[in-house]
C-alpha cells in the first residue's frame, strides 16, 4: 500500500529557506509521481512541483520556479523540496501527494491518489 508522510514545516521569516520532507513508500514500480501541492483557507489546493520516480523528470509551477528545488534522496525514499527567498504568499499547509503514471508528471491536484495529512509552513514579514 502506497504512503506518504510530510515533515520539515515550520516557521521562518520573509526571505528565510525551508526545506520540506516527503517519506514515500509501497510503490512497486518506478512509473510513478510525488509532487507537492499547497492551500491556504477557502483557495484551492494547487500543485508547486512534483518528480517523476523513473527518469527524475522534474516539474514546476510557474510561481515556484526560481526559489524551489524539488530533488530525491533515492537512499532514503525521500522527496525533498527546497524553498528559499520565502515570502508572506508561501504560507500554507503543504501536502505531499502521489500516483502512478506512465513517462510524465503533472501538477493537477485530480491526478494524484495518495495524499500526506499536510505540514505547515508559516512565513512573517
Known amino acids: 500500500q502506497v504512503q506518504v508522510a510530510e515533515s520539515g514545516g515550520g516557521s521562518v521569516q520573509a526571505g528565510g529557506s525551508l526545506t520540506l520532507s516527503c517519506a514515500a513508500s509501497?510503490?512497486?514500480?518506478?512509473?510513478?509521481?510525488v509532487a507537492w501541492f499547497r492551500q491556504t483557507p477557502g483557495k484551492e489546493r494547487e500543485g508547486v512541483a512534483a518528480?517523476?520516480?523513473?527518469?527524475?523528470?522534474?516539474y514546476y509551477a510557474d510561481s515556484a520556479k526560481g526559489r524551489t528545488t524539488i530533488s530525491r534522496d533515492s537512499a532514503k525514499n525521500t522527496i525533498l523540496l527546497h524553498m528559499n527567498n520565502l515570502r508572506p504568499e508561501d504560507k500554507a499547509m503543504y501536502y505531499c501527494?502521489?500516483?502512478?503514471?506512465?513517462?510524465?508528471?503533472?501538477?493537477?491536484?485530480?491526478?494524484?491518489?495518495?495524499w500526506g495529512q499536510g505540514t505547515q509552513v508559516t512565513v512573517s514579514a
Open positions: 518528480i517523476h520516480i523513473g527518469n527524475n523528470g522534474t
Open positions: 509501497g510503490y512497486t514500480y518506478d512509473g510513478f509521481c
Open positions: 501527494a502521489s500516483a502512478y503514471t506512465t513517462r510524465y508528471c503533472t501538477l493537477v491536484r485530480k491526478t494524484y491518489h495518495y
